[in-house]
C-alpha cells in the first residue's frame, strides 16, 4: 500500500490560486492501542539511554489553556500568488475521480524544517519548554506563532508559502546523541464531497476547515489516556518487511539498512463548529467511530465533517540500523522510558491562503478527484520552491541544547546546532 502510495505522490507539483471562501478542517480514524503495563515494564527495564532524565522532554507541566472562539481576519499571502502556481503536470491536466472511493483527495509532500524545543500550541510563548520537536511547513514556527505570524512569515518546506500552515512531531532520536531527520513527508487531506449523503448521515454538514484552527493529536501526554488517530510504524523499500507495527522497536526490526521507516498518523476528522481551539488542545475536535450504532460517525458533541489529514515521515535507514531510534517524547520528567514510538502524536496550526484551500476543497475534495503533487483539481497546481530532493542532505544531526542550558550539561556534544536546519541545506 505504501510503495503505492509513494508512487502516486511520486512527482511534485506545485499549485494555483482562485476563488475565495470562508475555511475549516477534517480525518480518519484507527484506533492505537498501548501495550499494558507488563509489556510497558518488560521493554523499559534495563533500557537506558543518553536520554533518561528527560533532558529533551518538557522543561514545565503544561497548562490548560482557554477557549479560542473568534476566527481570525483572512490574511492574503505576500508575493504575486500567479507565480506560484503553474499548470497541472505541465498541460493543465485535470485529475481523475478518486471513485470507487467515497472521499475526495489532495496530496503534497514535504521536506523536513527546523529543529526545536517549541511548542506554539501547548507552550505558547515559552521557548525551550517543549520536547525536541522536528516541523515541516512553516520555516518561521516558533514558540510564539499565531495564525497572523504563520500566515505573514516564513517559507515554507511544503512546496511553497501558499500553505504556511505548520506541522510537527517529535524528533526522532537514535540513542547516539542525534536527531534522525525524515527524507520527507507525505500529507493528504480527505474528505467526503459536500454532496454526499455520508455528510448528514455520518454528522451534520461536510465543512471547510475553518481559519486559526489547531490541535494535537495522538498519545496525549497530559491524560496519558488512549491515543487517537492511528499511529503506526511501517517499512518501505527492497528488502523491507511491511507492516502496522506499533512501536518503532518493531519496525526497526523488520527495516533493515537501505530501507525507510515510515511514521503514520491521522488529524481528527470531526469539529464542534465553534472553537479553535480548547483547553487541552483536543476536545474541539474528535475522530470518526463506529460506537454502538455499527457505523463510522462523529459524534454529538463534534457534528462537522472536516477534511482531515494523514501525515506519513519517512527516514531512511543509514549503517547503523533503526534499532535503538526512539521519539523524544518517549522519555519525559517523572515517567519511565516508554516503548519506542509509544507516545506518537502530532500537532497542527493551520496557515493556508484562503483562496488556494477554497480550490482544492472545491475541486480536488467536492467532485470526488484523486489529487497530487499539490495539483488543485483545476488545471492548475502548487508551484515548488527550488528543487525538491528524495533524501535529507543531513540526515543525523548533533541534538542541539536546549536554549538556555550550558553546554556542559547538554546530552551530547552539538559541534553544529540543529535548530535551525532548513530545506536544502548543504551537509556540514
Keep these: 500500500?505504501?510503495?503505492?502510495l509513494i508512487i502516486a505522490v511520486s512527482l511534485l507539483g506545485c499549485a494555483a490560486a482562485t476563488p475565495a471562501q470562508r475555511s475549516l478542517l477534517r480525518a480518519d480514524e484507527a484506533a492505537y492501542e498501548l501495550r499494558g503495563p507488563e509489556e510497558v515494564a518488560a521493554t523499559t527495564k534495563g533500557h537506558g539511554s543518553h536520554?533518561?532524565?528527560?533532558?529533551?522532554g518538557d522543561q514545565v507541566?503544561?497548562?490548560?489553556s482557554e477557549d479560542v472562539l473568534e476566527v481570525p481576519a483572512s490574511i492574503p499571502s505576500t508575493g504575486r500568488v500567479a507565480t506560484m502556481t503553474t499548470p497541472s503536470w505541465g498541460t493543465g491536466a485535470i485529475p481523475s475521480t478518486a471513485a470507487p472511493d467515497n472521499v475526495g483527495a489532495f496530496r503534497f509532500m514535504c521536506e523536513p524544517g527546523q529543529i526545536s524545543y517549541d511548542d506554539p500550541i501547548v507552550y505558547p510563548n515559552q521557548p525551550g519548554k517543549s520536547h525536541l520537536h522536528q516541523w515541516f511547513g512553516n520555516t518561521g514556527g516558533n514558540a510564539a506563532s499565531t495564525y497572523k505570524s504563520l500566515r505573514t512569515t516564513g517559507e515554507s518546506t511544503c512546496v511553497n508559502t501558499l500553505n504556511r500552515s505548520a506541522y510537527w512531531m517529535p524528533a526522532m532520536l537514535d540513542g547516539k546523541g542525534h536527531v534522525v531527520r525524515p527524507d520527507y513527508v507525505v500529507i493528504y487531506y480527505k474528505r467526503y464531497p459536500v454532496t454526499s449523503p455520508e455528510c448528514q448521515r455520518q454528522g451534520k454538514e461536510c465543512v471547510p476547515l475553518p481559519r486559526g484552527l489547531r490541535f494535537v493529536f495522538g498519545y496525549d501526554m497530559v491524560s496519558?489516556?488512549?491515543?487517537?488517530?492511528g499511529?503506526?510504524?511501517?517499512?518501505d523499500g527492497p528488502t523491507a518487511r511491511p507492516g502496522h507495527y506499533t512501536t518503532i522497536t518493531e519496525a526497526a526490526a523488520n527495516c533493515p539498512t537501505g530501507n525507510r521507516l515510515g511514521a503514520s498518523i491521522g488529524a481528527p476528522n470531526c469539529?464542534?463548529?465553534?472553537?479553535?481551539?480548547?483547553?487541552n488542545h483536543r476536545d474541539h475536535v474528535g475522530h470518526a467511530g463506529y460506537g454502538s450504532w455499527g457505523y463510522l460517525r462523529c459524534d454529538s458533541r463534534h457534528p462537522y465533517i472536516i477534511p482531515g489529514f494523514t501525515m506519513i515521515a519517512w527516514f531512511s535507514v543509514g549503517p547503523e540500523g533503526a534499532k535503538d531510534w526512539?521519539?523524544?517524547?518517549?522519555?519525559?520528567?517523572g515517567m519511565g522510558r516508554m516503548p519506542a514510538g509509544s507516545t506518537f502524536h502530532a500537532d497542527w496550526f493551520g496557515a493556508w491562503d484562503d483562496d488556494v484551500m477554497s480550490v482544492w476543497i472545491e475541486h480536488c475534495i467536492n467532485k470526488l478527484l484523486s489529487c497530487s503533487g499539490g495539483d488543485l483539481g483545476n488545471g492548475r497546481q502548487l508551484k515548488q520552491t527550488g528543487t525538491f530532493s528524495w533524501t535529507t542532505p543531513r540526515r543525523l544531526v548533533a541534538i542541539p541544547p536546549r536554549p538556555g542550558v550550558a553546554a556542559a550539561h547538554a546530552p551530547?556534544?552539538?559541534?553544529?546546532?540543529?535548530?535551525?536546519?532548513a530545506k536544502g541545506s548543504a551537509a556540514p
Design 1 to 4: 500500500m505504501y510503495r503505492r
Design 51 to 56: 536520554n533518561v532524565g528527560s533532558q529533551h
Design 61 to 64: 507541566r503544561p497548562q490548560l
Design 224 to 229: 496519558n489516556g488512549k491515543p487517537t488517530g
Design 231 to 235: 499511529g503506526s510504524f511501517n517499512c
Design 271 to 279: 469539529w464542534d463548529g465553534k472553537r479553535l481551539d480548547s483547553p
Design 326 to 333: 526512539y521519539l523524544s517524547s518517549d522519555e519525559m520528567p
Design 412 to 421: 551530547a556534544p552539538a559541534p553544529a546546532p540543529a535548530t535551525a536546519i
